[in-house]
């Protein structure tokens, strides 16, 4: 469901809007947050839709250069679309390819960007991801990592322990499938750490709707029940949680529609500086 050309899953550019338009206001305020000055050189490191672009380009202003890269063609295609449109800045390059071996040279930007995709990679390619990015990063140059965290989700009423359940069956398939998953975003500071880059600071987000909850976060939590639904049918749980989400992805505005409706989600931004190119002394 909602999957890109690449096969990752609810990563598709429609999908990604909802989601973008439904925490516009605080994932706007993270990446403020980040520092980005103006005329910087920023890679959006897998960008997607291409929701943040716009942003990017009034903090780096018309100085400023913008390479947006994506594994998916489709996603670049509607960057290009924004673009023309007027909606991105036309000092957006898009380029195709894989942030495991980026398409540029050493110390090109002041800062990479990341959003909401460390939770796609395995370890592995977690770790070659950020030797990517500590490449590309000039010397100072600032990291920031943004990502979604799974253990803090609510949707009240709902029962809370059917949804822990789901949680924990989801986080278990995730690991099982070799991936960080999506209960990682905590734990980056400690990674990066590891991996060399310095002045490691974060910050946690929480992206509160209560009833009645905007059009963009209806339709939002909307598909997400649904795509909840389904994936509760293959994962290791009790007949009676898998026929519950069954009920509420066919019909979600039974929740939706509950005066005491809460959608809660949690994200946490990482941002560290690279104290020098890899190969190239600090």
Not at 152 to 159: I, S, T, V
């Amino acid at each position: 469901m909602r999957n890109t050309s690449t096969g990752h899953e609810v990563s598709d550019a429609p999908w990604l809007d909802l989601h973008f338009r439904s925490a516009r206001r605080e994932y706007e305020e993270s990446l403020r947050e980040v520092g980005l000055q103006p005329g910087w050189a920023v890679l959006d490191a897998g960008c997607g839709g291409g929701n943040f672009l716009p942003l990017i380009g009034e903090l780096v202003g018309a100085q400023g250069r913008i390479a947006a890269l994506d594994l998916a063609p489709e996603n670049l295609v509607r960057v290009g679309a924004l673009v023309r449109d007027g909606h991105c800045p036309d000092i957006i390059e898009t380029r195709h390819g894989s942030m495991l071996a980026l398409p540029y040279a050493e110390a090109t930007f002041d800062g990479v960007w990341c959003a909401n995709v460390v939770q796609y990679l395995s370890q592995d390619e977690f770790a070659a991801a950020v030797a990517e990015f500590r490449r590309v990063l000039k010397p100072g140059g600032t990291l920031a990592i943004k990502e979604f965290d799974v253990t803090m989700l609510q949707f009240l009423p709902m029962d809370r322990g059917m949804l822990q359940r789901f949680v924990s069956a989801r986080l278990a398939s995730q690991v099982a499938n070799g991936k960080m998953g999506t209960g990682t975003a905590s734990h980056l500071p400690s990674y990066l750490r590891r991996f060399g880059l310095a002045d490691i600071r974060r910050r946690g987000w929480l992206v509160e709707r209560w009833a009645p909850v905007p059009d963009a976060t209806r339709g939002f939590v909307a598909e997400l029940l649904g795509y909840f639904a389904s994936a509760a049918q293959t994962y290791d749980l009790a007949p009676d949680d898998r026929r519950a989400w069954r009920a509420l992805g066919e019909h979600p505005a039974a929740l939706l529609d509950d005066p005491d409706f809460c959608f809660r989600e949690f994200f946490v931004l990482t941002v560290a500086r690279n104290p020098g190119v890899p190969g190239g002394g600090e």
